[in-house]
């Protein structure tokens, strides 16, 4: 995995544009799988940023959200369907009709899954998947002692995951569901690029076993390191206790001018 320390947030959102927009300038049809959470917020703003004044053109990009809330309707404004809405679909000129988000309302909830993991294969697989990390390791909603080759299906949220999303349902963990539907740690891992973001000290010891811990079901994360092309973008924070943080710092700072990541 290549682990790239910025000093801020603000810095690593930065770093995570320029590699999305690379690729969609280079890909203009290029298929992304997107992600929610306070984390990705930074990289929607300078993407958005870059749409505005850059001409970044996401007209032909198609996308993939990682998993929804089992129970809430796209309009309920904690739905990631409502979340991407608000933070970055309305904001560039993404085609509605290549947005894709599980649909937590779905009847036949297995149905769905298939139906969603098909949608991923006809549109050519996923280029490029955006990923947050769990404070317990979590990558879409695939808690610890998820199956590493899992595809799309329905999860029973941790208890520490309902307690740190409480905060998106006004602190009312009452409000928070139970279920979702999330795209499995196999499809995650079939994605062509992984670029996962991680920020502030809580999320330090989940990044450390992401990075150098044993590949776990135990913390999800872990199995990107069997990822040929997995990016992790992390600010000093969340950088903190890994063993190797000045190795990752003097690759970053010694890498080929080809390989610079500019904007
Ligand atoms: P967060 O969530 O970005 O809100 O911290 C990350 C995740 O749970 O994947």
Not at 64 to 85: I, K, T, W
Not at 114 to 139: K, M, N, P, T
Request: hydrophobic fraction near 40%; include cysteine.
């Amino acid at each position: 995995m290549e682990i790239i320390i910025q000093p801020t947030p603000e810095a690593g959102s930065i770093i995570a544009a320029r590699i999305i927009a690379k690729l969609v300038r280079s890909k203009p049809d290029c298929v992304l799988g997107l992600a929610t959470g306070s984390t990705p917020l930074g990289t929607y703003r300078e993407l958005t940023r870059m749409h505005r004044e850059d001409e970044l053109d996401f007209s032909r990009v198609t996308t993939f959200n990682l998993d929804e809330y089992v129970g809430l309707p796209p309009e309920h404004p904690q739905s990631y369907r409502a979340f991407m809405a608000e933070n970055f679909f309305r904001h560039v000129n993404v085609d509605a009709r290549h947005t894709h988000i599980p649909d937590g309302m779905a009847r036949d909830v297995p149905g769905e899954c298939a139906h969603y993991e098909e949608a991923i294969r006809a549109a050519g697989g996923i280029d490029l998947q955006l990923l947050g990390i769990g404070s317990d390791g979590h990558i879409g909603f695939n808690e610890p002692t998820s199956s590493l080759a899992s595809r799309t299906r329905i999860k029973t949220l941790t208890e520490r995951t309902r307690a740190d999303n409480a905060r998106f349902f006004g602190g009312d963990l009452a409000q928070v569901p139970f279920h979702c539907i999330t795209m499995g740690v196999g499809t995650i891992m079939a994605a062509r690029e992984v670029l996962m973001l991680a920020f502030g000290a809580n999320k330090a010891d989940a990044v450390t076993g992401a990075v150098e811990g044993p590949i776990t079901a135990m913390n999800p994360a872990s199995v990107l390191q069997m990822h040929a092309v997995a990016k992790c973008v992390v600010d000093e924070a969340a950088a903190a206790k890994l063993a190797r943080r000045e190795y990752y710092r003097w690759v970053y700072a010694n890498k080929p001018d080809w390989q610079r990541i500019t904007g």
